[in-house]
Each structure stands twice: as structure tokens, then as C-alpha cells.
């Protein structure tokens, strides 16, 4: 599918290519054009909120006397727009309402092209919202306020500008949700697996993957079809018997790379192992969903204080997943196995969860307030100009600040935790991408 195009549209020098540059760059390093020298239609790849798009700078549009387009550059413009999804027309904030101006809204209005207005060299906020009213007349929409050099504004822009974005083949059709059960040998994954299919009975139908003997099995749960990856890896262990040592980590390691979610499986009657360390720490280091599943659960000679007492202890050696719910479970009587499908949908659904930027603001603002960024030894204080959320699975937020580092690990997971406290996001690991002044 081709991808999807976001239009620039405005006067010479208002701030397009700062823009483009702004909104291009998170993916990749942005090439700078040489000061001066006109661009044609340019193409770049944009990246937001996990989609991609092409952003089109038509490179000015110029007007005679009159304030009428020149006929050569209507036409590139007519031609940027018919294939934009949406057209986001730039004005100059500072330079107020122009008469050029008006004339591209009115083209605007008789193209059919959804369109936003970005109010540019928007520097101070509260000022920002005053100048930027004068453009309601214009009849683009509500006009946002910007500053294309500082950044401001620019994520709650770009959030509404893929919502014009037509939805990706991946939001359309539903994919499987791929759930691999991981676990040291003799856990209880094959038991599991039984438990919560039943002898092969639920099977919709295995698919045999590209890698040899590797076996994906397909089944409906919770509303949702879900492939269970390396099935066979799973069962054929019953037949085969290993030496004690043998753990086919690497095998582990694939399946938790093709997952969106993971069931991690620890042995109650073993606690947390070294293993189940090495499986939890790829799990998080990979940014998949999770669930922890503690089984055997009927081999514990247990009162009412054995369980929270024992996820305490569990929690404590797997503290790099304290995202994740535990289930405790026992495959051989069923106790509480059909309980992991929801709570695994409720991991991926957290997993895939966006957030718009102006609610993770509202939550950086309140940890701000609460604790002040360090200051270098030099009396430099760091600051935290704005985050935004740019990916999903996991979720993934990007803070602006002036130096990345005058935020120490301390400081950078308390952040973390205000997030969490804040968003939720339980079952899914999250990243924090510290980005400074460029
Ligand atoms: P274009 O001709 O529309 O592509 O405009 P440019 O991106 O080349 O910018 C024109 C001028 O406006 C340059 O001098 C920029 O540095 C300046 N400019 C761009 N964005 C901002 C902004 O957010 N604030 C201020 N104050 N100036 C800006
Ligand atoms: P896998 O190697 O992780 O697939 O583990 P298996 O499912 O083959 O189970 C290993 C051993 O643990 C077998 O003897 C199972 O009967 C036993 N087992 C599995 N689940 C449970 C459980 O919930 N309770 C008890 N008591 N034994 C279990």
C-alpha cells in the first residue's frame, strides 16, 4: 500500500521546511537544505504515533500583485493536493492574517482535501493562542498554534493530523495475536497448553511456519484469534528426554521475538530461577506484553498468606517485569487456566494503547511539579519541555529536553513511574527516549 500523504501548503517563508524538517526527523536525520535555494516538490518520510506518511512541501506558493497564484504553481499545488490525504496549510503567526493567505484558503475550500492550519512562530504559548485565533476567518478549522524552531505544539498537531491518515491494512484486517508460551523445561507449558485447548480438540488449524518443525496452532478466545507460536517446540518435549542442562534457550528467544505477548511460566514449587531471570529480562528487552504465570499451584501446601506472600517473593527476582500481572495457576486440576487469555488481552491491548500527546503532557506536567529536574554540579537545571507518545508495541514516549544528560537514571524512573501511575499500561513494558536541543 502506497503511502498515505500529508500536503504542506503556504506562503514563502512562513516555516515549511523548518516544519518538514520537524516533522521528518524522527525517524531519521534530516538532511538540510542549503540556506537560500528554492526546493521543488519534496517528498519525506514522516513517522508519528506508529504511522508513516509522505509529507509533500510544494515549496511556496507564490502570488502576483493581486494576490493571484501563478498558473505554473497552481498546478503543482493541484497536483501535491490530489493525492494528500489531508492538506496542512502553514501561516505566518507572527505576520499576522494575509491577504495571500486568504486567497490559498479560498483554493483550499473548493479542492474536497480535509485541511488543518498551523499557526507557525507561535514561540509563547499563552501569546501563541491569541495570535493564532485571528485565523478562525479563514474557515480552515480550528487554527494550532506552533513554533516549527522550539517544537511546541507540533505533537498535538501531528496527533490530529493522522487522525486524517486512512486506517493501515493492519487496523483493518485483524491479525492473530501471537501468544508464546516460554518457560524452563518441566514448568508446565505443554500441560498448559493442554489445559487451555484441550487435547487438540480446540484447534482451529495448525499452520506449519517457514522454520522447520516449527508448529503455530490457531484458536479463538476472548473474541480474538490467537496463534499459540512453536507449538511443536512445546510438545515435542514430552517424548524426548534432555539431560537436566538442556534448555533450548535460543529456541525460547525466537518465539518471544515473534510474540506479541508472552506467557511466562515459573515453576511454584521452584520459585524463580536464574533461567526465568535470562527468559523475563529478553521479554522486557524485546518490549513484548506479558503475563506471568505461576503453575503447579496445587502442589503448595498453602493458607490465606501463601499467595500475596509468595508473589512478594517471586516479584522481588522478577523486578524487571513489575509490569506484569501474575496468575497463579495448576493445569493439572484447570484451577484458574482460563483465566490467561483475558488477562493476556488485556496485556496486548495495553501493549497497542496510544496516548494523545496533550494527556502524557498533563501527566509530565504533574511530575514536574512534584519534583523539580536535577541541576549539574555546574548549576545547569534540566529541563522538560514536552513528551509525546511515537510508537506503540510497546508504547514508546519521546521527552524533549534541553540536555539529556542532566537527567540521571533516578530522576529518568521516577518519570517512569509518574507515567505509569498516570497511563497504567499494565502487561507491556514502555520506553522512554530522553532527546535533547538539536
Ligand atoms: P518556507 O519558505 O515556508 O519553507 O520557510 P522556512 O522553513 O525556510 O522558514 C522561513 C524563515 O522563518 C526562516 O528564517 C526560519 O528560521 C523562520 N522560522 C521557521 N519556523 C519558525 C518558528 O517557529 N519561529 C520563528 N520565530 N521563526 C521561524
Ligand atoms: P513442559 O516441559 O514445561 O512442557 O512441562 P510439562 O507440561 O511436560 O510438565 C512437566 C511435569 O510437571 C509433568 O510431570 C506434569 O505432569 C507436571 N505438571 C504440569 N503442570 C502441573 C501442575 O499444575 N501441577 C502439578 N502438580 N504438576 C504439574
Not at 39 to 63: I, N
Not at 240 to 261: H, L, N, T
Request: aromatic content about 8%; some cysteine.
Amino acid at each position: 500500500m502506497a503511502l498515505p500523504v500529508v500536503a504542506i501548503i503556504g506562503r514563502p517563508n512562513v516555516g515549511k521546511s523548518t516544519l518538514v524538517n520537524r516533522l521528518c526527523r524522527s525517524r531519521e536525520a534530516i538532511v538540510h537544505d542549503t540556506p537560500g535555494v528554492t526546493r521543488d516538490r519534496t517528498y519525506q518520510e514522516g513517522y508519528w504515533a506508529d504511522r508513516t506518511f509522505r509529507v509533500v512541501d510544494t515549496g511556496g506558493l507564490v502570488f502576483d500583485d493581486d494576490s493571484e497564484f501563478l498558473p505554473e504553481i497552481r498546478e503543482q499545488a493541484n497536483l501535491a493536493l490530489a493525492e494528500a490525504a489531508v492538506a496542512l496549510v502553514v501561516v505566518d503567526g507572527q505576520q499576522g492574517c494575509t491577504a495571500a493567505d486568504q486567497s490559498i484558503a479560498e483554493w483550499l475550500r473548493g479542492q474536497g482535501v480535509p485541511t488543518m492550519l498551523a499557526v507557525n512562530k507561535c514561540e509563547s504559548p499563552d501569546a501563541g493562542l491569541a495570535m493564532a485565533a485571528e485565523f478562525w476567518g479563514l474557515g480552515l478549522g480550528e487554527p494550532f498554534p506552533i513554533s516549527a524552531i522550539h517544537g511546541a505544539g507540533t505533537g498535538d498537531l501531528l496527533d490530529k493530523v493522522v487522525s486524517y491518515l486512512p486506517p493501515t491494512e493492519e487496523d483493518e484486517g485483524e491479525e492473530p495475536i501471537q501468544l508464546a508460551i516460554i518457560g524452563r523445561p518441566n514448568v508446565g507449558k505443554s500441560s498448559l497448553l493442554n489445559a487451555v485447548c484441550g487435547e487438540n480438540r480446540a484447534i482451529v488449524s495448525p499452520i506449519r511456519g517457514t522454520t522447520r518443525d516449527t508448529i503455530d496452532t490457531t484458536i479463538e478466545r476472548e473474541g480474538k484469534t490467537w496463534k499459540l507460536l512453536d507449538t511443536a517446540g512445546i510438545r515435542r518435549r514430552r517424548s524426548v528426554s534432555y539431560g537436566p542442562e538442556y534448555f533450548g534457550i535460543s529456541r525460547s528467544f525466537k518465539a518471544i521475538e515473534r510474540s506479541d505477548v508472552c506467557v511466562l511460566v515459573i515453576d511454584a514449587l521452584d520459585g524463580v530461577t536464574e533461567q526465568d531471570q535470562r527468559l523475563a529480562g529478553r521479554i522486557e528487552e524485546d518490549g513484548r506484553a506479558c503475563v506471568v504465570v505461576v503453575n503447579k499451584w496445587d502442589a503448595i501446601e498453602k493458607d490465606s498468606h501463601t499467595m500475596p506472600a509468595m508473589e512478594k517473593e517471586l516479584r522481588a527476582k522478577l523486578y524487571f517485569l513489575d509490569w506484569a500481572p501474575m496468575l497463579f495457576t495448576s493445569a493439572l486440576s484447570g484451577q484458574r487456566v482460563q483465566a490467561i487469555f483475558p488477562l493476556a488481552l488485556l496485556a496486548v491491548e495495553q501493549h497497542r494503547r496510544r496516548v494523545t500527546t496533550s494527556v502524557v503532557n498533563e501527566v509530565l506536567t504533574e511530575a514536574l511539579s512534584w519534583r523539580t529536574p536535577p541541576t549539574s554540579r555546574g548549576g545547569r537545571q534540566g529541563r522538560l519541555y514536552y513528551g509525546t507518545q511515537v510508537a506503540v508495541r510497546p508504547p514508546s514516549f519521546t521527552l524533549f529536553v534541553n540536555e539529556p544528560r542532566l537527567f540521571g537514571e533516578t530522576y529518568r524512573r521516577y518519570v517512569e513511574r509518574q507515567i505509569r501511575e498516570g497511563l497504567g499500561f499494565e502487561g507491556t513494558p514502555i520506553k522512554l527516549f530522553w532527546r535533547g536541543k538539536q
